[in-house]
């Protein structure tokens, strides 16, 4: 898969990193700029950044670096740990579906009619709207995105699947039970410290 949206839906409902190349970033991803260690978060990492070209989330990674998020503004660079993965998938792939772009924005809108390149290779454009690559596209689907995916899924026998996996939510929860651990951790912790402060009241009385 290779995405566009900022959005990490596709993240959220399970897709694995290596399964997919999210161009302009994710809004609940935030990366290590020293050692490049990667935090999926729970809530959406831009609310903390101090500017939009610094990318500085005001967190730090464990080995200490600061943390930075991924959105890839115009005018700067795409990563090419997400670029070099979704342009190998273009031009090995058989098919490509297009689905709800206006391929407008290089370089991403180049990636697609790469399928065309290979034999018997078919680009299939879904969007309401006209693409500069309509004329080029195997067949144009003017559609709604959830429209032609719950019609393709049907056809193909996809019609019970999970719909409840959240990774957002997921990681939600282990947040909350961290703040649950933490909170009774120092509750003992207090408790013990009254303890042992009674028990030297009382030797000193």
């Known amino acids: 898969i290779t ?3 900022l959005d990490g839906l596709h993240r959220r409902s399970g897709v694995a990193a290596e399964s997919i190349s999210e161009l302009h970033g994710n809004c609940y991803r935030e990366i290590c700029k020293t050692c490049g260690a990667e935090y999926l978060r729970h809530f959406n990492v831009l609310e903390s ?6 990318h500085l989330t005001g967190r730090r ?3 200490g ?3 930075i998020d991924t959105i890839v503004h115009f005018t700067e660079n795409i990563a090419s740990s997400q670029w ?3 342009v190998f998938h273009a031009r090995n792939s058989d098919v490509a579906i297009v689905l709800g772009t ?3 924005v290089q370089p991403a809108a180049s990636l697609p009619d790469k399928a065309l390149l290979n034999p018997n290779g078919k680009m299939f454009i879904v969007n309401l709207q006209r693409t500069p690559y309509d004329e080029f596209a195997t067949e144009k689907i003017y559609s709604k995105t959830d429209r ?4 393709l899924m049907t056809k193909l026998g996809l019609i019970e699947f999970d719909t409840t996996y959240d990774h957002v939510a997921f990681l939600e929860q282990v947040e909350t039970r961290k703040k649950s651990r933490k ?10 410290v009254v303890i042992v402060v009674a028990i030297v009241a009382r030797t000193a009385f």
């Open 148 to 151: 032609f995916m719950e019609a």
């Open 61 to 63: 990674c464990t080995c």
């Open 102 to 104: 206006s391929m407008n």
């Open 3 to 5: 995405s566009t949206n």
């Open 49 to 54: 950044r101090e500017d939009r070209w610094s």
């Open 183 to 192: 909170l009774i951790q120092t509750t003992l912790l207090v408790s013990a």
């Open 84 to 86: 070099t993965p979704a």
């Open 65 to 67: 670096g600061p943390l």
